[in-house]
């Protein structure tokens, strides 16, 4: 898997400038022009990067959102700001990186380059699926000295009526 990002910008010019730091970096991206569909992407995927404009409204909730992240799905945040805002709110909001507005190529393509080593791939491809282990073998005991084959079987139905726990019960 690639590295991603996600962008929440409204201004042309800065997702302009991102796009092409992106396309020379290799990075996939997405852009939400919204903090509650920025919310929403970083509650249904992965994302190596998170890039907030902070003159945006709902841009502090966002950061917060994402910082609340277990540690492995944790993204590396950068925060875009005017010469309006102070750079300390934006790193105390918990911004890991500060991009200045308005947008440099060259200072941003130093900036994703710089912190491409803190990014991490989605290396998931799909979801977790429950599985429980069985074994196969000498039912009496563990101290028993035939030998015992244990293997893992995907869960059908998370009930007790899976064929699995039927089998396991009626074995023991």
Known sequence: MKLNALVMARSHSSVRTL???????????????????TMEALATGYHSAL???????HA??????????????RSVLFGMVGAGK???????????FVLYKPLDLLQVLH?????????????????RKKSETLREGCRCDFSCPVPLRWYTQPVISFGPTSKAAQDYSSAT
């Open 60 to 73: 502090m909730q966002v950061v917060k959102m994402a910082r609340m992240a277990s540690g492995k799905r």
């Open 51 to 57: 890039i907030v404009d902070f003159d945006l409204p």
């Open 19 to 37: 796009v092409a730091a992106f396309a020379e970096l290799g990075i996939e991206y997405q852009v939400s022009p919204s903090a509650s569909e």
């Open 111 to 127: 900036s994703l380059r710089a912190t491409q080593g803190f990014m991490r791939e989605d290396r998931r491809g799909s979801s």
């Open 86 to 96: 102070s750079v300390g709110d934006v790193f105390q909001a918990g911004a890991n």
